[in-house]
């Protein structure tokens, strides 16, 4: 059995009268793509950033790679990875200097961060881009950049929020790659995402509703237990209910 990477137990975040995560339970493992579905509102967003350390649950228990999400958020910090769709580079700034930047964010030593540019140069075959600034990369580049910079320090999970979005889908495949790879290295992989294909290529799923995780299991056994062939018709069940 591999390790817990992600503990919650109980969490419950509240604005105001207002609850955004209702009572939350689950695990997530070393080295596990762990999908996040919920439609907009559900309480994904405000989910993640307690995770990320961003934000403090209200009440109940968040264990984020052995930290405590209310005592030590900082420490969180330095031990994840984070993308999002919005922002993720500075757009003026070249391919070396973001990745310089985000070394130094991470606080890992000039030495380590030199060794680590090079060699995410070479994997991405990125070095005739190495001093191109990020606005003038077209969109897959960048986000191919954006993933590998988030995993630059090994943390021990990376957060992914909807990273694929606008990019074309020979770029998304090649993107899912990088994600597989990322997990055979023991990196646990958090993601949301919109487009339901590719919740198919998740080891696990969980679907929110209404600030609730009301399903969570294998692609697969969610399909069987819905009786539908795809995530997709699990996810207009559970999200869209036919009210008779």
Known sequence: MKDSVISVKNLVKKFGSFIANDNLNFEVFE????????????????TIRILSGLSEPTSGEVIIAGFDAKKQ?????????YMCQKFSLYEDLTVKENITLYGGIYGMSRELIRARTNELLDRLRFHEYENRIIADLPLGLRQKLAFSVAIL??????????????????????????????AARGITVFVTTHYMDEAEYCDRISIMSEGKIVALDTPENLK????VDSIEKVFIKIARPVNN
């Open 153 to 182: 320090h090994d943390p021990k999970i990376v957060f992914l929020d909807e990273p694929t979005g606008g990019v074309d889908p020979i770029t998304r495949r090649q993107f899912w790659e990088m994600i597989y790879e990322t």
């Open 224 to 227: 069987k237990q819905y009786d």
């Open 31 to 46: 080295g596990e793509i762990f999908g996040f579905l919920g439609a907009n509102g559900a309480g994904k967003t405000t």
């Open 73 to 81: 958020a900082e420490k969180i910090k330095r031990n994840i990875g």
